[in-house]
């Protein structure tokens, strides 16, 4: 039961760009806080970008002014447009949407199974 499923990813040099895409069920698109997540190796997941249904973004401070996210509504699509990639960058990215659970109280987040971005000469 995919709901969310990344693509995009690839190896480029530093200074290089790619472009991630995250086809969502039409079911959960929309319905809450939309982001990518990236992990590197040995490291914990760290948030890169969300997006509202208003249009308001919010960035990691990493990544402000190189990154951006948007969406296409009418394809159920988010994407996330990265230029001027460090090696740093380098890590595991994932979809996300996080949605408000009215019976637990709590946040639940759905997961993309992750595509690998690979910066290095």
């Known amino acids: 039961q995919v709901q969310l499923q990344e693509s995009g990813g690839g190896l480029v040099q530093p200074g290089g760009s790619l472009r991630l895409s995250c086809a969502a069920s039409?079911?959960?698109?929309?319905?809450?806080?939309m982001g990518w997540y990236r992990q590197a190796p040995g490291k914990q997941r760290e948030l890169v970008a969300t997006?509202?249904?208003?249009?308001?973004?919010n960035y990691a401070d990493s990544v402000k002014g190189r990154f951006t996210i948007s969406r296409d509504n009418a394809k159920n699509t988010l994407y996330l447009q990265m230029n001027s990639l460090k090696p740093d960058d380098t890590a595991v990215y994932y979809c996300?949407?996080?949605?408000?659970?009215?019976?637990?109280?709590?946040?639940?987040?759905?997961w993309g199974q992750g595509t690998q971005v690979t910066v290095s000469s």
């Open positions: 996300n949407v996080r949605v408000w659970d009215v019976v637990y109280r709590a946040p639940y987040d759905y």
């Open positions: 039409a079911s959960i698109f929309g319905a809450g806080r």
């Open positions: 997006t509202a249904s208003a249009g308001n973004t």
